[in-house]
T-cell receptor, first 110, second 113 residues
């Protein structure tokens, strides 16, 4: 069975703070993909990153970075110098069933 | 490509009525997912099709829910009879397994009164 756990229900930070969103997954598959999606208040689901299980290199995209550690089955997401526009619910997901975690609501205040 | 297209965007219906939600996946994508999102339960996977065949429907809440994918370009999710607790946003997503990210439709907001 596949499972994704996002233990942080809600995080509140002040603008310019760094924040890390945790994601822990369970799967018996040896090949799998992990995803992060953002859901802003408008409701759509916005793709952020896809990572396959064979690629453990960390990835950085602007203020966003991801840390994939197979040894701990974690795929954490860090936003550096957060901005108000980062306020959203962030979901971690696992293929092939594309199972989602419960999401972490990030509130960034000015 | 216009992306994943869902219709209708909003649906208000009375308890007991049949509701049909529609989804057109992105051309060439081989897998399709239906999700239900509520405040209480988050984003729940209802059913997953691969090459038009239902692979996992363990998330379908009960017999009132059914989903079909008659061809690669169309899928429906039907609720009959509908109940107030079915009120939620229903998302459809399509993907090329192992190659692409999942693309989501805009969702259908269903309200059952």
């Amino acid at each position: 069975a596949q499972k994704v756990t996002q233990a942080q229900t809600e995080i509140s930070v002040v603008e310019k703070e760094d924040v890390t969103l945790d994601c822990v997954y369970e799967t018996r598959d040896t090949t799998y993909y992990l995803f992060w999606y953002k859901q802003p208040p408008s409701g759509e689901l916005v793709f952020l990153i896809r990572r396959n299980s064979f690629d453990e290199q960390n990835e950085i995209s602007g203020r966003y970075s991801w840390n994939f550690q197979k040894s701990t089955s974690s795929f954490n997401f860090t936003i550096t110098a957060s901005q108000v526009v980062d306020s959203a619910v962030y979901f971690c997901a696992l293929s092939d069933l594309l199972v989602f975690g419960t999401g972490t609501r990030l509130l960034v205040s000015p | 490509d216009a992306g994943v297209i869902q219709s209708p965007r909003h649906e208000v219906t009375e308890m007991g009525q049949e509701v049909t939600l529609r989804c057109k996946p992105i051309s060439g994508h081989n897998s399709l997912f239906w999700y239900r999102q509520t405040m209480m339960r988050g984003l729940e996977l209802l059913i997953y099709f691969n090459n038009n065949v239902p692979i996992d429907d363990s998330g379908m809440p009960e017999d009132r829910f059914s989903a079909k994918m008659p061809n690669a370009s169309f899928s429906t999710l039907k609720i009959q009879p509908s109940e107030p607790r079915d009120s939620a946003v229903y998302f459809c997503a399509s993907i090329i397994q192992g190659i692409s990210e999942a693309f989501f439709g805009q969702g259908t907001r269903l309200t059952v009164v």
